[in-house]
C-alpha cells in the first residue's frame, strides 16, 4: 500500500498514466497470488454499499484480476449465488441506494457447518480472497471463516451506525444524518406550528453519532444517546426550564438504544404526564434512515476504501478492515475493528447543551 501510494502521490505528475498504470499493476502482480476476488454486502444495507461494490469491481478491472459478486451476503455464499461481475457489471449504480448483490442476516453463517459450506463455495468457483462489505456481525462472521479456513479476507465499515472501531466514519452513516435532519426539519414545522413537543427516535443501538449530530444539526432541544444516562427527570427539568424561557415547540432526539429504561412511546406518555402545557407526539423515523441516493461524502468515502480494499489484497494483506483516519485510507486489524469504540462525546454533548439554551 505505501509504495502505491508513494507512487500514485508523488510520481504521477511526472509520468504518463498509462506507463503508471502498468508500473503499479506489475509492481502490485509480483508480490501476490491472488487471481480471484469476490465481494459481498451483509447485514443491514447501508446507503454506498453499491458505491463501494462498483470501486471494488473496477479495482479489480484495473489490476487485472477477476471479480466475483455473492449475492444475499453469506446466505449467497453457502447457497452458492456467485456471478463473475466486469466494470460494466456495476455501471449506474453509484448513485442508488441498498445494495444490488442483496444483503441477509444468515443464521446459518453462524455455525461452523454453515461456514464449511461457505469455504467450500468459494474453493469450487477458484476465489482467492473475499471482501466484505457490512457491519461488526459480518466482520466476525469474516474472521471466523478466515481462521477457521485459512481463508484471506478484508472488510470495508458499511453501516449507518458509524460504530466500528478504527474507521472515523462508515459508510452510509453521512447519508443517513443528512435523511435525519431533513426528516427532523419537516416535523418541527407541524411541532411550531402546534406547540408540540415531539420525541423522534433515530437509528443507534450502542452508538449515539446519529442521534447527537442531526440532533445538533435540527436544532434539537434534548438529545438522549446510548453512551449517556441524562435520567428522565433531569430530562423533565430541563423542559420545564425550556418552556420558562419562552420555548413553544420542543424537539427531543432519542437513539434506539438510549438509557432511560422507557421505550419511546412509554417515554412520550411520561413526559405528557409531567408535563402538562405541551401536546406529546412521538415519530419513529425507522428504515427511512437506511434508504436513498447515497450523499457525496459517502460515494467518495465508498470509492476510496473499495480501491483501498483491493489494493490490500493484492499487497497480501489479511484479516484487516480498510477504514478512514484523519481522511486517509488506513488499515486496521480485524480484531481491532471488532474492539469496542472508544468514542468520546463530551465535545457534543456540551455544544448540544450550549446551543439548546
Ligand atoms: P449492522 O451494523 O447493519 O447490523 P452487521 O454486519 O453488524 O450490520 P449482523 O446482522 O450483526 O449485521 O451480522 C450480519 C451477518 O454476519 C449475520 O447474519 C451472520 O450471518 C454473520 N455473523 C454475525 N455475527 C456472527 C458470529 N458471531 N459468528 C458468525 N457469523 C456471524
Redesign the pocket.
Known amino acids: 500500500m505505501k509504495s502505491l501510494n508513494l507512487l500514485t502521490e508523488n510520481v504521477i505528475v511526472f509520468l504518463p498514466i498509462r506507463l503508471l498504470r502498468s508500473i503499479t499493476i506489475d509492481l502490485i502482480l509480483m508480490t501476490h497470488k491472488i487471481e480471484n476476488i469476490a465481494v459481498l454486502t451483509?447485514?443491514?444495507?447501508?446507503p454506498g454499499m453499491n458505491a463501494a461494490i462498483r470501486a471494488v469491481v473496477r479495482a479489480c478491472s484495473y489490476y487485472e484480476v477477476n471479480c466475483y459478486g455473492v449475492y444475499k451476503?453469506?446466505?449467497g455464499l453457502i447457497d452458492n449465488e456467485i456471478e463473475q461481475l466486469n466494470a460494466r457489471s456495476v455501471r449506474n449504480i453509484i448513485n442508488k441506494g441498498g445494495t444490488f448483490l442483496k444483503?441477509?442476516?444468515?443464521?446459518?453463517?453462524?455455525?461452523e457447518e454453515?461456514?464449511k459450506k461457505a469455504y467450500e463455495n468459494l474453493i469450487k468457483n477458484q476465489i482467492d480472497a473475499l471482501i466484505v462489505i457490512?457491519?461488526?456481525?459480518?466482520?466476525?462472521?469474516?474472521l471466523?471463516?478466515s481462521e477457521e479456513f485459512n481463508f484471506p479476507v478484508i472488510g470495508i465499515p458499511?453501516?449507518?451506525?458509524n460504530?466500528?472501531n478504527g474507521t472515523d466514519y462508515t459508510i452510509g452513516y453521512d447519508t443517513a444524518l443528512n435523511t435525519v435532519v431533513e426528516a427532523i426539519d419537516k416535523i418541527r414545522d407541524t411541532a411550531s406550528s402546534h406547540n408540540r413537543l415531539f420525541l423522534i427516535e433515530v437509528m443507534g443501538r450502542d452508538a449515539g453519532d446519529i442521534a447527537l449530530n442531526a440532533g445538533i444539526g435540527a436544532g434539537a432541544e434534548e438529545i438522549l444517546i446510548p453512551e449517556e444516562n441524562m435520567g428522565v427527570d433531569r430530562l423533565i427539568d430541563s423542559l420545564k426550564k425550556s418552556k420558562h424561557t419562552g420555548k413553544t415547540s420542543s424537539i427531543i432526539v432519542v437513539a434506539e438504544g438510549d438509557k432511560s429504561g422507557k421505550n419511546i412511546f412509554e417515554l412520550g406518555e411520561y413526559v405528557e404526564e409531567h408535563l402538562e402545557d405541551y401536546e406529546v407526539r412521538v415519530s419513529v423515523l425507522g428504515h427511512i434512515q437506511r434508504g436513498g441516493p447515497p450523499s457525496c461524502y459517502d460515494r467518495v468515502l465508498a470509492s476510496k476504501l473499495g480501491v483501498g480494499a483491493v489494493e490490500a489484497l493484492l499487497d497480501g494483506k489479511d484479516k484487516i478492515m480498510v477504514g478512514i483516519v484523519h481522511k486517509k485510507v488506513t488499515i486496521v486489524p480485524l480484531t481491532d475493528s471488532l474492539e469496542k469504540r472508544k468514542q468520546k462525546h463530551d465535545q457534543l454533548i456540551k455544544v448540544a447543551d450550549i446551543t439548546s439554551v
Open positions: 451483509s447485514g443491514g444495507d447501508a451476503g453469506y446466505e444483503s441477509a442476516r444468515s443464521k446459518e453463517f453462524r455455525t454453515g461456514r457490512g457491519g461488526d456481525g459480518s466482520f466476525t462472521g469474516a471466523k471463516l458499511g453501516t449507518i451506525d460504530d466500528i
